[in-house]
């Protein structure tokens, strides 16, 4: 096996990687790569490509959906007809238009939500640990307290690091306007949810939306338990934030086109584990060799003392974490040579034309 696509839920682990002796690259159709051992497949010279842009659109408007639902209660007031109760009531349904949003993360997901919610006629206030440029009329707030105490919703778009594991807890939770709804379509361990669990019974929350959880499931099925299961006012759904198709097609030709380009040209533009390196087309005539190295001292004078013999066209060079990886155009008639040189070097992971 050369090339490798997996979704979420298939585990590339280390046992893995290493019995696949001819792999040259990794395509995670999603946005996540937890499910691959990144550090493993540094190591051996594997580039792993994923998807983090595809679905940011189809994750905006189902927040924007949601919302809308919490704000009217329509999940308790679906429930309810469907187990034959007509509950007509107005008591702390509201419209959207006027009140505040404040999105934690403020990257593709959460600026395409800034754009959203403000032709919806909501404020939009932000943070993120990075200086990010302001859509529209949003404005950024300066601390992520700041956030919580303003927002009548609060929406969570940031990735699973460990700056963001936990990140919501009571201690949040507490600082958040009385009254308020939490959403959280990012990452499954950014919340306690037995913490968001007793604001909702206490009140203090008026209701929260959950697309993802601290345990999934492997498959669809029974037996999934929540503590915010019963909860009034309470909207769940099994992490399909993505789940479109017009995401699932643009996942589908970004990753392949990323893996296309990386086997022809040796393309490592956005790899996630990788050193980003390319080269333009320089003809016909024109070899390009690929070597991936590990990032030692000394490397780039052992390859140069090779190529001071031959006619460069291009060479570029790049290092990430323990690799680095080095792409040259050269003369067709002595690349077959030249690589077998580049190869024979002990610093040499993978070298190929």
């Not at 990257?107 to 006629?121: D, N, R, Y």
Request: charged share 20%.
């Amino acid at each position: 096996v050369h090339i490798i696509g997996v979704r979420s839920k298939t585990q590339l682990t280390e046992k893995v990687l290493r019995s696949a002796k001819h792999l040259l690259a990794i395509g995670c159709f999603c946005i996540g790569t937890n499910q691959v051992d990144l550090k493993v497949a540094q190591e051996l010279g594997i580039p792993v490509f994923n998807s983090p842009y595809a679905n940011s659109r189809s994750v905006a408007e189902l927040v924007i959906g949601q919302i809308i639902t919490l704000a009217r209660q329509l999940g308790d007031r679906n429930r309810e007809l469907h187990d034959g109760t007509w509950n007509k009531i107005a008591k702390n349904c509201t419209e959207i238009r006027g009140k505040t949003l404040g999105i934690i993360g403020y990257g593709h997901i959460g600026t395409q939500l800034s754009v959203l919610a403000e032709a919806m006629g909501l404020r939009v206030i932000f943070y993120d640990i990075m200086p990010k440029l302001a859509l529209g009329n949003a404005s950024v707030v300066g601390s992520l307290d700041e956030l919580l105490g303003t927002a009548d919703y609060v929406s969570l778009h940031v990735p699973a690091t460990g700056t963001t594991k936990d990140m919501i807890t009571k201690i949040e939770l507490a600082k958040m306007k009385p009254g308020a709804y939490l959403l959280n379509a990012s990452r499954g361990n950014v919340c306690i949810l037995e913490d968001v669990a007793e604001a909702l019974k206490s009140g203090h929350l008026a209701g929260c939306y959950v697309d993802v959880f601290p345990s999934e499931p492997k498959g669809n099925g029974p037996g999934f338990v929540t503590p915010l299961q019963g909860l009034p006012n309470v909207l769940l759904s099994p992490h399909i934030g993505g789940s479109t198709e017009e995401a699932q097609a643009g996942i589908g030709q970004e990753v392949s086109s990323k893996l296309i380009k990386f086997v022809h040209d040796g393309c490592s533009l956005e790899s996630v584990n990788f050193p980003n390196v390319d080269l333009p087309y320089q003809g016909a005539d024109v070899h390009r060799i690929l070597n991936i190295h590990r990032n030692v001292p000394g490397v780039l004078k052992e390859i140069n003392s090779i190529l001071e013999t031959v006619n460069v066209l291009s060479q570029t060079l790049s290092t990430k974490g323990g690799i680095g990886y080095m792409m040259i155009n050269l003369d067709s008639k002595v690349s077959v040579d030249t690589k077998l040189r580049i190869s024979a070097l002990p610093t040499s992971i993978r070298t190929r034309i």
